[in-house]
Protein backbone atom coordinates (compact mmCIF):
# COMPACT_ATOMS: atom_id res chain seq x y z
CA UNK A 1 0.00 0.00 0.00
CA UNK A 2 1.04 3.60 -0.93
CA UNK A 3 2.29 5.54 2.26
CA UNK A 4 3.54 9.05 3.02
CA UNK A 5 4.89 8.74 6.38
CA UNK A 6 6.24 5.27 8.47
CA UNK A 7 6.22 5.36 12.50
CA UNK A 8 8.11 2.28 14.20
CA UNK A 9 6.07 1.56 16.65
CA UNK A 10 7.94 -2.05 16.97
CA UNK A 11 8.66 -3.39 20.86
CA UNK A 12 5.65 -0.94 22.52
CA UNK A 13 2.88 -2.22 24.16
CA UNK A 14 -0.36 -1.52 24.44
CA UNK A 15 -1.71 1.53 24.90
CA UNK A 16 1.69 3.16 23.80
CA UNK A 17 1.35 2.64 20.04
CA UNK A 18 -2.16 4.07 19.80
CA UNK A 19 -0.93 7.10 21.87
CA UNK A 20 2.31 7.62 20.37
CA UNK A 21 0.66 7.57 16.83
CA UNK A 22 -2.05 10.24 18.16
CA UNK A 23 1.34 12.93 18.28
CA UNK A 24 2.78 11.51 15.05
CA UNK A 25 -0.77 11.82 12.61
CA UNK A 26 -0.29 15.35 13.62
CA UNK A 27 2.97 15.72 12.04
CA UNK A 28 1.34 14.39 8.71
CA UNK A 29 -0.17 16.75 6.00
CA UNK A 30 -4.31 16.50 6.05
CA UNK A 31 -5.15 13.34 3.07
CA UNK A 32 -1.94 11.78 3.61
CA UNK A 33 -1.07 8.18 4.60
CA UNK A 34 0.31 7.17 7.80
CA UNK A 35 2.01 3.39 8.21
CA UNK A 36 2.57 2.19 11.79
CA UNK A 37 4.56 -0.87 12.02
CA UNK A 38 3.60 -2.78 15.30
CA UNK A 39 4.64 -6.24 17.25
CA UNK A 40 1.45 -6.02 19.62
CA UNK A 41 -1.14 -7.75 18.56
CA UNK A 42 -3.50 -6.16 20.51
CA UNK A 43 -2.94 -3.19 17.89
CA UNK A 44 -4.88 -5.44 15.48
CA UNK A 45 -8.18 -4.25 17.74
CA UNK A 46 -7.08 -0.99 19.08
CA UNK A 47 -6.08 0.80 15.55
CA UNK A 48 -9.25 0.85 13.53
CA UNK A 49 -11.20 1.40 17.01
CA UNK A 50 -8.80 4.61 17.63
CA UNK A 51 -9.94 5.57 13.86
CA UNK A 52 -13.39 5.60 14.55
CA UNK A 53 -12.98 7.62 17.69
CA UNK A 54 -10.85 10.34 16.19
CA UNK A 55 -12.32 10.55 12.61
CA UNK A 56 -9.09 9.45 10.51
CA UNK A 57 -9.48 6.94 8.02
CA UNK A 58 -8.64 3.34 8.57
CA UNK A 59 -7.20 1.86 5.34
CA UNK A 60 -6.40 -1.59 6.27
CA UNK A 61 -3.26 -3.86 7.83
CA UNK A 62 -0.83 -5.79 6.05
CA UNK A 63 1.72 -8.99 7.85
CA UNK A 64 4.81 -9.39 6.82
CA UNK A 65 6.24 -11.82 9.20
CA UNK A 66 6.08 -10.23 13.10
CA UNK A 67 5.46 -7.25 11.75
CA UNK A 68 1.85 -5.35 11.57
CA UNK A 69 1.57 -2.95 9.26
CA UNK A 70 -1.32 -0.25 9.73
CA UNK A 71 -2.12 2.45 7.32
CA UNK A 72 -4.02 5.55 7.99
CA UNK A 73 -4.85 8.22 6.22
CA UNK A 74 -5.14 11.66 8.50
CA UNK A 75 -8.42 13.18 8.32
CA UNK A 76 -8.64 15.39 10.80
Not at 1 to 21: N, S, Y
Not at 46 to 51: E, L, R, T, V
Request: charged fraction near 35%; glycine fraction near 6%; proline fraction near 4%.
Amino acid sequence: MDKDHTFDARGMLCPIPVLKTAQKIKEVDMSEVLEVLSDDEGAREDFPAWCDQTGNEFLGMEEEGDTLKFYIRRKV
